[in-house]
């Protein structure tokens, strides 16, 4: 896997998403840094093995969580935190379930010539983002209380 530096991409954070959006000039895009640190990531495991498999031959390569999360375990790519797209519209994350504590990924945004940052498509597609890290921190919420009831 690439790892991609997010301090030599100038840029700007945005801090109620902890994310970065700047400009490659290597793809000519803009592009989106997302860092994530998950506790109690072996309750999100359990939580994905109880899902139905994913749908690959009708090409629905992720699970959903009763709150709407759309994700699927990155391990079985060899791959780390990363969004998934379709038609390059973000629709979930896939996570790596196994080895999570602390991971980010490096995603392009919008192809465009020229230095201009943060489109409005941008600021969008990190609003959309977002939403998938409050889903996600909703669902990490729910699982924890109820494993505290079981215990």
Not at 26 to 32: A, G, L, V, W
């Amino acid at each position: 896997m690439r790892i991609y530096d997010y301090l030599i991409h100038r840029g700007v954070y945005v801090t109620e998403s902890q994310q970065w959006l700047s400009y490659d000039p290597e793809t000519e895009s803009e592009c989106i840094f997302l860092m994530l640190s998950l506790k109690h990531g072996e309750l999100l495991r359990e939580y994905y093995d109880s899902l139905p498999p994913e749908d690959h031959e009708g090409h629905s390569h992720l699970k959903e969580s009763f709150n709407g999360l759309r994700f699927t375990d990155g391990d079985k790519y060899n791959t780390g935190l990363a969004i998934q797209h379709q038609g390059n519209e973000p629709i979930g994350l896939l996570l790596p379930l196994r080895s999570f504590e602390r991971e980010f990924c490096f995603d392009r945004v919008l192809f465009k010539k020229g230095y201009s940052l943060h489109s409005k498509e941008a600021l969008k597609y990190n609003e959309k983002v977002y939403r998938f890290i409050l889903r996600l921190d909703s669902l990490m919420v729910a699982l924890s209380e109820k494993a505290a009831k079981i215990s």
